[in-house]
C-alpha cells in the first residue's frame, strides 16, 4: 500500500467520524436519555420479561397435561422476577407491581408524579406479554379449548392470564387473602433491601427476592391464585377481552377489582407494619458533621484559633431513592 492510499483511507476515516448525526436520531437519543423516559422502559421491559416467564409457566400447567405444574408456575413467577430484577434493578427499581410503586410514593420514596409513568410501563408490558403467551400456545389453547374460549369450566383457558376465584373462596376471603398476601411480600421486600438491618448480600437481591415471590406462591397461593400485583391481573384480563372471551372475564365472580384494589392496601400496610416494629428499632449510627473550616482549600492557612464546633450530631440515612422491590 503506497503512502498516497494511506492518506486517502486516513482522510476518508476523518469524514466519516465527523459525518454529523441526522436531526431525527439525536432526538431520539435526546428522548431516550431522560430519566423518566429510561424508568418507563425500564419498568415496560422488566414487567414484560417477568409475565412471558409466568404465563408461560401457567400455560404448561393448565395445557400441556404432564408438562407443567403449580410449583412450575411459582418457580416461572419467582425466577421470571429475578429476570426483571436484572432487566432494571438499577434504573428504575424494577418494581414491575403496581402495588410497589403506590407503597414507596406513599412512603415519600418517590415522587408521585412518577406513579403514572411507572404503572403505565407494567401495564404496557404485561400486556404485551399476554398477547405474546397468546400466540406462543395459541394452538394448544385452541386444541384444549375445542375452539371455544371459555373463563369456567373444564375446558377454560382465561385462567391462563388472569386470576379467578375458586369455589372454595368467597369474594371478601379472596380480598384479605390478597391483602395479607401483599403485605408479606411488601414486608419482606423491605427487609431483604434494608441496609440499617440484615439486607441480603449485594448482588444476590435479584435472587432471593425470587425465592420470596416461590414462598408466597408455594405456601399461601391456592386461594386466590396470589396475583398481589394489580400490573399482573389485570392488562392480560384486557387482553382476554379484546381476543375472544368476552366480558366474562370480568363478570365471572365480580372478582376483576379485588387485583386492583386489594394489594395497594396491603402492601401499604405490610410497609408501615415493618417500618413500625422493625425500621424504628434498628440501630442508628449517627455521623457527626466536621468543622467547616477543615473544607477550606489545604494551601490557605487559618490564623485564628480553634473553633470547637457546637453542631449536634447529624444521622445520614440510606439514600432515600426507591429500592430493588418487585414481584409478579
Known sequence: ???????????????????????????????????????????????????????GSVAHMVLGDKMGSYLGVNLGFGFGVTMGVHVAGNISGAHMNAAVTFTNCALGRMSWKKFPVYVLGQFLGSFLAAATVYCLFYGAIMEFSEGKLTVTGPTATANIFATYLPQHMTLWRGFLDEVILTGMLQ?????????????????????????????????MGMNSGYAINPSRDLPPRFFTFIAG??????????????????????????????????????????????????????????????????????SVYPDTRSSVVSHP
Open 245 to 314: 372471551w368476552g366480558t366474562q372475564v370480568f363478570s365471572a365472580g365480580d372478582w376483576w377489582w379485588v387485583p386492583v384494589v386489594a394489594p395497594p392496601l396491603g402492601a401499604y400496610l405490610g410497609a408501615i407494619i415493618y417500618l413500625v416494629f422493625i425500621g424504628s428499632s434498628t440501630r442508628q449510627e449517627p455521623q457527626i458533621l466536621e468543622n467547616p473550616l477543615t473544607y477550606e482549600d489545604h494551601r490557605i492557612s487559618v490564623s485564628r484559633p480553634p473553633v470547637t464546633s457546637t453542631h449536634n450530631p447529624v
Open 1 to 55: 500500500m503506497t503512502e498516497r492510499d494511506r492518506k486517502r483511507r486516513s482522510t476518508r476515516s476523518t469524514r466519516a467520524s465527523k459525518m454529523i448525526t441526522p436531526p431525527a436520531i439525536s432526538k431520539m437519543q435526546t428522548i431516550m436519555r431522560k430519566e423518566m423516559v429510561r424508568e418507563f422502559l425500564a419498568e415496560f421491559m422488566s414487567t414484560f420479561v417477568m409475565m412471558v416467564f409466568g404465563l
Open 187 to 219: 414486608l419482606c421486600l423491605l427487609a431483604i433491601t434494608d441496609k440499617e438491618n440484615n439486607p441480603a448480600l449485594q448482588g444476590t437481591q435479584a435472587v432471593v427476592i425470587g425465592i420470596l415471590v416461590v414462598i408466597i406462591g408455594a405456601s
